[in-house]
């Protein structure tokens, strides 16, 4: 039966290898002097070596299995494909994948491998993720996913938080949180059972992809339900990016309700570098630029104007901006479109020039 994978790199430049790890795609990348390796699921490179029982041991640039042996059971990649459990990739995964992972020159940065959005079981069989459906009222967030046993642990303790996993049971912490197409990282936390309050999901901003870890039910903190929030504050979805999930936060409204006291509009605040975020209540007009605010709201939060900008052409955000055309812009000047930044995530407002 065959796995997919689905390799994931922000379009930012060409392949790098850093002192942590170097992410390969397919065997082809493998190369160690006149050596060809290989390229294991979890998307780093081994090469041939007779000390070890499965005949390959991990490079130096593998991050935190680095040089140690390759477990009999890993599958590799061979540029598309895998061995072990049989699953599909969604059509969004997949052009989650496409879309953010080929730069203009053909090549990748920064990239992690998936098996697309699903764990495996003891027995071999595979487990899907899930995430709260909302229907206790209550907001879904990043639909990650834990597989809760088997896998080969590496090392006596396991990976370290942020490291390439395939089950829990290969991470110190014994989660191994899965966010669509970026794939799987061990994690503080896989849901908000796991913590005191609620469970972040991976951050896709930074570089390398932060793991998953669990709030203090403040504003802005992570959430799945309201119950993982303070008292005085709703859980609700500020961001849901297509093939990636959803991300929820603590926040003192929701656009659907509950409302902001009259005078006020509801208005979602992206903290994209953290990949945190929330609802809060504020004035209109009173958003500056350089900040997110909500499209289509009835009642714009900026002080100027809310531009629609795309994440690398997947989900639309608002931000804060001097123009939205040319017409908005004193004498001859020229209205330069906001963007997002990457990687980190920064927003840039729109401006004159």
């Given amino acids: 039966m065959t796995r997919w994978l689905v390799i994931i790199g922000f379009a930012v430049g060409p392949i790098s290898c850093s002192s942590d790890a170097f992410f390969c795609a397919k065997d082809g990348q493998c190369v160690q002097g006149e050596v060809r390796g290989t390229c294991q699921v979890s998307g780093v490179c081994s090469f041939p070596d007779s000390d070890c029982d ?26 598309a494909e895998s061995t072990g459990s049989s699953g599909g990739v969604s059509p969004a995964e997949t052009s989650a994948a496409e879309t953010l992972g080929a730069a203009d ?5 920064a990239t992690v491998s998936t098996t697309a959005n699903s764990g495996v079981d003891s027995d071999g069989s595979e487990s899907s993720s899930s995430g709260s459906d909302g229907s206790d009222g209550s907001s879904g967030s990043s639909g990650g996913s834990s597989s809760s046993t088997g896998g080969t642990t590496t090392g006596d303790q396991g990976l370290p938080d942020g490291s390439v996993c395939a089950v829990a049971s290969d991470c110190a912490s014994g989660h191994c949180a899965t966010q669509g197409a970026l794939g799987s990282i061990c994690s503080e936390c896989t849901t908000d059972a796991d913590c005191g309050w609620g469970c972040g999901p991976p951050n896709p901003f930074s570089r390398p992809v932060a793991p998953g870890q669990c709030g203090d039910g403040a504003l802005g903190a992570a959430c799945e339900a309201n119950e993982s929030c303070d008292d005085a504050l709703t859980c609700s979805v500020f961001l849901d990016v297509p093939g990636i999930g959803t991300f929820a936060g603590c926040g003192e409204c929701t656009p659907e309700g509950p409302s902001c ?10 903290d994209l ?20 605010c909500t499209l289509g709201a009835a009642f714009e ?53």
Avoid: K, W, Y
């Fill in 261 to 270: 006291p009259m005078g006020q509009i509801c208005n979602v605040n992206l």
């Fill in 301 to 353: 939060a900026c002080d100027m104007f809310c531009e629609s900008v795309q994440i690398e052409g997947l989900v639309a955000i608002g931000i804060c901006g001097e123009c939205l055309s040319d017409d908005d812009c004193l004498g001859p000047g020229i209205c330069i479109s906001g963007s997002v930044q990457f990687p980190g995530g920064s927003l840039i407002h729109s401006s004159c020039s």
């Fill in 273 to 292: 570098p953290d990949a945190a975020g929330h609802h809060e209540c504020v004035s209109p007009g009173s958003v500056p630029n350089g900040a997110s």
């Fill in 105 to 109: 020159d053909g090549t990748t940065d």
């Fill in 54 to 79: 499965s005949g390959h041991r991990f490079g130096e640039f593998a991050g935190a299995v680095a040089n140690m042996c390759v477990p009999e059971d890993a599958g590799t990649s061979s540029g």
